[in-house]
């Protein structure tokens, strides 16, 4: 039963994962990623995670897409790549030692693999996540609060124009 | 009932996918959706392990990752933005005032 | 009442001069120029009354003729470990004595200073080095242990360097205030060795615990750390074979010779073995070699004065001359003859040093004895105070060499009865005829005769230099009387107490023939001056041949450690400092520099600024270690 939602589920978010890394335009690409977040969604979905699922559409969805989509339009013609590639071989070497890497990975996660047992009652559920997040995850909580200020304070240095520059 | 082997070869499959794009791509855009994609992978992989062992501070962790992931892409992007304003490009191999 | 007045009066002494130093040193910039002059006059003087006070009180406290030793403790120096040292002072006869020389002497040398000094741009630099010598000295003279006791004899050499180079822009003075420095080292590291060896023996350094201690000594310890110790006096006493910086010392002003190269300082050495006489009294076979090197050093010092030109010079080795007289003295066991002669040659040679300089002063620097002559005339005063010190330097009676010179004779002579060595009394004897000659030539040459240069026109010193030398005059003539035994011999019987030999076999050896001998001191004496009058007597200077040419090259010692020492020595410098600082140790450096660059070079390329290659080197990186990891399981 789960493998009906769990193929094409998959299917599509290496579909998309491949789309994010060829597409020619940037748009393409943001387009891309936004079905593989969307159907990794899904897939949290499946593993017992309906809060991390909400929060997957809302937050990488609907808020970094979005960045993403602004940048590019702001960037417009510009925000692809350059017309000469400086690093002929980078590919080639590049194919090769990914290759080399999914095939480590593969085996240590075959390692790791082990059956699931039945999830307890309320697994994945808003109410727990939040009892973890106010126990004994307090501390990082209120830095994820000071990180995200940072952010904010950086962007908009970063954003400011130079001091004396016309508007153009 | 898929077992956990699916979901962390998926989890791996689109890892190396996005380091792939790091490595390929030159468009810094690209390349930052690339690492986006490698930190849902990794994503998928914390929601798995979580399932598996039943524990819920997998979940937290992907919480906390997305915190970071959405600070990260806030100062990458200006980041993008700032250098686009000064060298006409977004171009990785143009940046290179590293090279010895 | 005395007792306070010793321990508040001593440690006072000292801080007088410190006073002056820095009074002079700080301030002297912003003084007047004649006031740096009347504040070190001032404090010298105040130091040498509170000598004079508490040896009055001394002789209130200790009775008649038995020496009282007192320690004054100060604070604790140094602890660690074993070594415990508490600075502290001593008062005894010794001590008293030489404070008293230092002080009188060093006060009538700073005021005749005050007018010598008068032309100097900064005369408070040179004010500064004299008080804070005198300071060194009597810090010498009145510690109570040895490494106090070194502090002081290391400063003291230190202002030896400071006022020899007075006129640093001079290159002779500079280097002749290098060589003093380095000399003098060579015997402050033999001194500091014998100290060690004192230490290691007896756990102390205290002098009157070491006084109580040396009877435990070995021989071996005794006689090697006597030894030791007297290389180390040769060095500051310029004895043979390390007298060589002392004639090149004449470059420093001439109160400065006479005050430190004549009365003080060069009596250190003998200050020195008179403190430690139990331990040198109880090593017989150092003090032979202590008794001939004074007397090869007396006979050497006087034959080469015969045949220098330099005024000052001839008074540097006849003070070369007359210090051998005291190692002589302290060799045949006669620590109190020995100090005796210490004191009088003190006022005696600071008067002919004095003389001198104020021959310098009329001529206008010119000391060359060719070019002087017919002063007599002009400098009535000075030529009077040169003849009476030239008169107490050759030993004739009643003046006070005759007295002291004649009682280390008489004990050399002894010396000989006893051990059946009579070569120091024998070069003793002959050495006093030959001082005789030298110093009737000097007088002939400087005073006698037409000028050699009638253009000059010299003129007598103010009173400030005079009155100085009026007063050693007057103690050259006199102090005889402080040894001499129709007078009762106060100083020897103040100092006998303290010095007497421990174990007395004086008394059970036949007595000299003391008439005899002393007829013989005095048809030296008269003998010497007869020849020097015949050979001299109009200017003339005989040439005296090869022998004249051997003597002029001062027996060619110091040829010979210009080529066997220094030579080799800038050879060395020259190859160290060329080929060897740049080839070997700069190459070194310069290798190792080159190769990193070379490294750094072929690295580099590794950066080549693209991001993108060094992401590829990270994930390489990842697939080594999980590999690494996989093959591991």
């Keep these: 039963m789960e493998w009906v939602v769990f193929i094409p589920a998959a299917a599509l978010a290496l579909a998309g994962g491949v789309g994010v890394v060829v597409a020619r335009q940037p748009v393409h690409s943001a387009i891309a990623l936004l079905v593989v977040l969307v159907a990794l969604a899904v897939t949290y979905l499946l593993l017992a995670a309906q809060f991390i699922a909400a929060l997957q559409v809302i937050i990488y969805a609907g808020a970094i897409v979005v960045l993403f989509l602004f940048v590019i339009m702001l960037l417009h013609a510009r925000s692809g790549e350059g017309p000469v590639p400086k690093l002929p071989r980078q590919p080639v070497a590049a194919a090769i030692v990914a290759a080399l890497y999914l095939a480590v990975l593969l085996v240590a996660v075959l390692d790791a693999s082990a059956p699931f047992p039945p999830p307890p009652e309320g697994f994945g559920e808003a109410r727990q996540i939040g009892a973890a997040l106010f126990a004994g995850f307090l501390l990082p909580f209120q830095l994820a609060a000071i990180i995200l200020l940072v952010g904010i304070v950086t962007a908009v240095i970063l954003g400011r124009r130079p001091e004396g520059e016309e508007e153009r | ?100 | 009442m005395n007792d306070v007045v010793i321990r508040v009066g001593w440690p006072l002494m000292l801080v007088w001069p410190l006073v002056g130093w820095l009074a002079n040193g700080l301030l002297g910039g912003r003084l007047p120029r004649t006031a740096s002059g009347i504040i070190a006059s001032g404090v010298a003087g105040a130091s040498f009354a509170t000598a004079l006070l508490v040896a009055s009180a001394y002789r209130g406290v200790a009775a008649a003729d038995a020496a009282v030793s007192f320690p004054i403790p100060l604070f604790d120096w140094l602890g660690a470990g074993r070594l415990t040292v508490e600075a502290s002072l001593l008062v005894d006869p010794l001590a008293l004595v030489m404070a008293l020389v230092v002080g009188g002497v060093g006060f009538l040398i700073h005021v005749y200073s005050i007018g010598y000094m008068a032309d100097d741009p900064h005369p408070s630099r040179y004010f500064a080095y004299l008080n804070l010598f005198v300071f060194a000295m009597l810090l010498l003279v009145s510690a109570g242990n040895l490494l106090l006791l070194f502090v002081g004899w290391e400063l003291v050499g230190l202002c030896s360097y400071l006022l020899i180079g007075y006129w640093f822009d001079r290159p002779a003075a500079a280097a002749a205030g290098r060589k003093a420095f380095v000399v003098n080292r060579i015997g402050d590291a033999a001194f500091l060795l014998g100290v060690f060896l004192l230490f290691v023996a007896l756990g102390t350094l205290d002098i009157l615990e070491i006084r109580e201690g040396v009877a435990t000594l070995s021989g071996a310890e005794r006689r090697l750390a006597a030894l030791l110790l007297f290389a180390g006096a040769t060095g500051k006493s310029a004895q043979l074979p390390l007298h060589i910086w002392l004639p090149d010392a004449m470059e420093g002003p001439t109160p400065v010779s006479a005050l430190i190269h004549a009365a003080t300082m060069v009596t250190a050495g003998v200050f020195v073995i008179a403190r430690l006489d139990r331990l040198f009294l109880t090593a017989p076979e150092a003090l032979v070699v202590v008794a001939m090197v004074g007397a090869l050093t007396a006979f050497f010092a006087a034959t080469v004065a015969l045949r220098q030109h330099d005024l000052k010079r001839v008074l540097a080795y006849s003070t070369i001359s007359q210090l051998g007289y005291m190692f002589v003295g302290m060799g045949v066991a006669a620590p109190s003859a020995a100090i005796f002669h210490l004191v009088s040659h003190a006022f005696f040679k600071a008067l002919l040093f004095l003389a001198a300089g104020s021959v310098m002063h009329a001529m206008h620097e010119v000391i060359d004895m060719r070019r002087l002559g017919g002063l007599a005339r002009p400098l009535r005063q000075t030529a009077g105070g040169f003849v009476i010190g030239a008169l107490a330097l050759a030993g004739v009676p009643p003046f006070a060499g005759f007295f002291s010179k004649d009682l280390i004779l008489e004990h050399a002579f002894a010396f000989g009865l006893r051990t059946g060595n009579y070569l120091p009394y024998a070069l003793g004897l002959v050495t006093a005829a030959v001082t005789a000659v030298y110093i009737t030539r000097a007088v002939l040459l400087t005073f006698s005769g037409p000028p050699a240069e009638p253009g000059a026109r010299p003129h007598e010193a103010p009173p400030v230099m005079l009155w100085p030398m009026a007063a050693l005059a007057v103690l050259s003539v006199t102090g005889g009387l402080l040894g001499a035994s129709v007078a009762g011999a106060p100083l020897l019987r103040f100092l006998d107490g303290l010095l007497g030999l421990v174990e007395s076999g004086a008394e059970a050896a036949p007595h000299p023939p003391a008439g005899l001998l002393l007829g013989l001191s005095v048809a030296a004496a008269l003998a010497g001056m007869l020849v020097g009058w015949r050979a001299h007597r109009g200017r003339r200077d005989p040439v005296l041949g090869r022998v004249g040419v051997f003597l002029e090259q001062r027996w060619y010692i110091d040829a010979l450690y210009d080529r066997a020492i220094v030579a080799p020595g800038h050879t060395l410098a020259r190859w160290l400092a060329g080929p060897f600082d740049l080839g070997v140790i700069d190459g070194a450096v310069n290798l190792v520099g080159r190769g990193l660059g070379a490294l750094g070079g072929q690295a580099r390329r590794l950066q080549t600024g693209y991001a993108r290659q060094y992401a590829l080197g990270v994930l390489i990186g990842t697939v080594l270690i999980l590999g690494y990891w996989m093959l591991r399981w």
């Design chain 2, 1 to 100: 009932m898929v077992p956990s082997f699916a979901y962390l070869a998926l989890s791996a499959a689109l890892f190396t996918l996005g380091a792939m794009g790091v490595l390929v791509r030159r468009s810094a855009l690209i390349i930052f959706m690339s690492v986006e994609l490698m930190l849902n992978s990794v994503n998928l992989a914390f929601v798995t392990f979580a399932r598996m062992h039943q524990s819920i501070e997998g979940q937290v962790v992907v919480f906390f990752v997305l915190v970071v992931t959405a600070v990260e892409v806030v100062v990458g992007l200006a980041l993008i933005v700032d250098i686009f304003r000064s060298r006409e490009s977004v171009d990785v191999d143009d940046v290179d005032l590293l090279r010895g």
